[in-house]
């Protein structure tokens, strides 16, 4: 199996390629769902998004599978329904980590506050103590106070968009044309335009 992707001209569709020797090499084999509803393999899965990324986001994408089976062809209707099942289903489970993600974070966020409220109370309590040993212990809790903070700071900066970005890419590819080519029968040439 052997992914190409193409960028196309302004308005069209940009082509993610993939070259197959029969189309169960581009799905799990261990997956026993029916075949319009089986996951893709996850090599295939990650070629394709792969370069699916690659292109602007708001530029369509076509996937095209160049397959050496002679009937391949005549299947194109049931690939696209399992490829548009499958990147349906990622983006789903894409959207349930987002939010997931997102009550973690608001939990973080308020166990972080608290925390640093704490800290930062104790803090001023030994800052009228003054000594070096109140010292270290008054920065050892401002210290400990952001630390608590990192967690909700880390999701809420930069935790959640690439889920996000990966969510929108799998709604992208789960309405994207699909189009098996059987090697022993290439698509027509299209007539060439007259001026």
């Not at 708001?58 to 009937?71: G, Y």
């Not at 166990?111 to 930062?120: E, N, Q, R």
């Not at 970005?165 to 992208?172: F, L, S, W």
Request: some cysteine.
């Amino acid at each position: 199996m052997s992914p190409r992707g193409k960028p196309a001209a302004k308005h069209h569709h940009h082509k993610v390629e993939v070259r197959l020797e029969n189309l169960r090499q581009f799905f799990n084999s261990m997956d026993p769902s029916p075949f319009y509803e089986r996951d893709l393999d996850p090599d295939a899965e990650h070629y394709i998004v792969s370069w699916a990324e690659e292109f602007p986001h708001d530029e369509p994408v076509q996937l095209v599978l160049h397959v050496e089976a002679p009937d391949a062809a005549a299947q194109q209707a049931m690939v696209e329904e399992a490829v548009h099942n499958h990147f349906a289903n990622e983006a789903r489970l894409a959207g349930l980590e987002f939010r997931h993600l997102l009550r973690v974070g608001s939990r973080s966020l308020v166990i972080g506050l608290a925390v640093l409220a704490i800290c930062l109370v104790l803090s001023g309590t030994l800052a009228q103590d003054g000594g070096t040993v109140g010292d270290i212990l008054r920065q050892s809790l401002l210290i400990g106070g952001w630390v608590a903070m990192w967690h909700p700071m880390q999701i809420y900066l930069y935790g959640w968009w690439p889920l996000l970005r990966r969510r929108r890419t799998y709604e992208k590819l789960a309405g994207m044309p699909v189009e098996v080519r059987s090697a022993a029968h290439p698509p027509a040439a299209r007539p060439a335009s007259t001026p």
